[in-house]
């Protein structure tokens, strides 16, 4: 039966070794405090031939099993993705650069050449980035195209020290004739502050190499962002940029949108949460309409834009013909101005690519007097908020300063903050009715996008944590009922560009494939079981999966 193929499937990638040169123990949720309680670990790892990856997520690793893995390390010269996200929740703080320390001497010692690096959602703040930063500086990370430090409580001082080992390998990598290439950074949720960012944004300028580019939720000011903005116009292949909950104003918006003028491959613009205000959200859209040939996605939702911006954002899109999303929720339209939106992107056969407006705050009164106030005050009220920032960052500092805690934001994610960057943590913050807002916010008339949706829900799938799993399938079988019972949908069509994005197939077009990981699997087998899914489905993924 497929079922049981699908199943034996899912019950081998969860097993520790998945994919060829992997070795995985990701959301094994062990406790690692000792040599003895890695032993089996570590033979794993020696007896491994030919490791390229090893994925320690989900599991919490002390000191002393932290050095007895870097052991077995030290002969893996092959090894070039280190997956260590969440890999200290519960240790304290002091215990994690020493253990950093010694995973990445051993990595030194071996001559390994990394290409990716992700120690995202483990908060050790800047002395965390000390125990990295001999890596960084080492020769392997000359190499290294990916860089995941994902809300790891960095701030501007482990900001500054990651900037310094980011410039000091790209010039020792350059003077042996192969300088550093870095295609993805990624920061979000670290309190770099303006100071951080500045640094950053001269490394930045430096490596010239950057694809992708996410740092929201960073307390970036005005003079931040326009450092930023000054470094991504000398990485013309920046394909997605995403700044979102940060503090532009019309200084930093204009800023940007200059830079956005050299940017011709960019795909995904998220300023999202940003304060662009009238003027930088036009700015923005002369750069868009004048150029941004390849643009799939532009988020200025919850920027204070009026209804008179909008609509000069919406014009600028008219000839986008990869466009995907237009994001202008949570702005000061008014019911009129919402209307008006509306109108003019059905006017351009371009309403299904508006994003919902219910966030929207109503038109502002007395627009112009505030802004000038605004205007005036600008730079008092930022100092307020970097005080406050201040004050909350010592009052969280003093509340975990022992204990190395995910640092958690305030606002819930939505769910286009999810999609981008899935976890499980996000897809139960976004609550009950998470469900109907995923299968509201994904176009199911679109195989392919529907394909992707699933992969990404599916991807956060656990299958020892009940409360997730069930959100996952949940999700999954609300959003493929909806697009299996629509008369439109093609059922084998979306079974294809699945199966092309897991890489198990060839497209005419050029397609990266995912990373298989054991939630596809999971949630694989479970949707083969249900009446939605058609059974001559089952055959044709019987038929790619059992190889």
């Not at 790891?152 to 900037?163: N, V």
């Not at 941004?292 to 008219?318: G, R, Y």
Request: hydrophobic content about 40%.
């Amino acid at each position: 039966m497929a079922t049981d193929i699908v199943a034996q499937l899912a019950d081998s990638l969860a097993s520790t070794g998945v994919g060829e040169g992997e070795l995985s123990y990701k959301g094994e949720g062990r406790k690692l405090d000792d040599a003895k309680s890695v032993e089996e670990m570590v033979k794993e790892i020696q007896d491994f031939k030919g490791l390229q990856a090893l994925r320690l997520e989900g599991n919490t690793v002390g000191v002393e099993a932290a050095q007895a893995i870097a052991k077995a390390l030290e002969t893996k010269s092959d090894l070039k993705c280190c997956y260590w996200s969440d890999m200290f929740t519960g240790r304290l703080r002091s215990e994690i650069p020493p253990s950093l320390n010694s995973l990445g001497d051993a990595l030194m010692l071996a001559g390994a050449r990394l290409t990716v690096l992700d120690l995202s959602d483990n908060a050790f703040g800047p002395d965390g980035v000390k125990g990295i930063e001999r890596l960084l500086k080492s020769k392997a990370c000359h190499t290294l195209q990916e860089l995941r430090l994902n809300n790891c409580g960095m701030g501007i001082g482990g900001g500054k020290i990651l900037a310094a080992s980011l410039i000091h390998c790209h010039k020792k990598s350059s003077a042996d004739g192969a300088p550093l290439s870095l295609k993805v950074f990624v920061a979000g949720r670290n309190r770099l502050e303006n100071d951080g960012a500045t640094v950053l944004a001269q490394a930045f300028q430096l490596m010239g190499s950057l694809e992708e580019v996410h740092m929201p939720q960073n307390g970036i000011n005005h003079a931040g962002v326009t450092a930023l903005a000054t470094a991504m116009q000398h990485n013309t292949g920046l394909r997605i940029l995403n700044l979102n909950d940060n503090t532009f104003t019309e200084k930093g918006g204009i800023a940007m949108a200059k830079a956005l003028k050299h940017l011709r491959s960019i795909q995904v613009i998220n300023f999202g949460d940003c304060l662009v205000r009238p003027a930088g959200a036009k700015a923005i859209a002369e750069t868009v309409s004048g150029g941004l040939p390849i643009l799939k996605e532009l988020n200025l939702s919850f920027c204070e834009i009026t209804e008179e911006a909008a609509l000069i954002v919406a014009q600028a899109v008219k000839d986008k013909e990869q466009l995907e999303k237009l994001d202008l929720n949570g702005n000061c339209l008014g019911v009129h101005g919402c209307r008006a939106l509306k109108d003019t992107m059905e006017a351009m056969n371009m309403s299904e690519l508006l994003g919902s407006l219910s966030d929207d705050e109503g038109e502002a009164d007395d627009e112009d007097e505030d802004e000038d106030e605004e205007d005036v005050d600008e730079e008092e009220v930022e100092e307020e908020e970097e005080e406050e920032e201040e004050e909350e960052e010592d009052e969280e500092e003093s509340s975990v300063s022992k204990l190395s805690t995910p640092v958690i934001s305030s606002r819930p994610p939505d769910v286009s903050s999810f999609l981008s960057f899935p976890s499980p943590d996000k897809l139960l913050k976004l609550g009950a009715k998470r469900a109907l807002m995923i299968e509201q916010q994904v176009d199911v008339t679109d195989v392919t996008k529907t394909a992707e949706a699933f992969l990404k829900i599916a991807s956060v799938y656990k299958e020892e944590n009940n409360e997730v799993k069930n959100a996952v399938l949940e999700s999954i079988d609300n959003l493929l009922k909806k697009a299996f019972l629509s008369p439109s949908f093609q059922g084998i069509s979306f079974v294809s560009s699945l199966l092309v994005l897991l890489g198990l197939i060839k497209s005419e077009d050029k397609v990266k494939p995912v990373l298989m990981v054991p939630g596809h699997l999971h949630v694989l087998e479970h949707v083969v079981q249900q009446e939605y899914f058609p059974k001559e489905n089952v055959t044709v993924l019987e038929a790619f999966l059992s190889r």
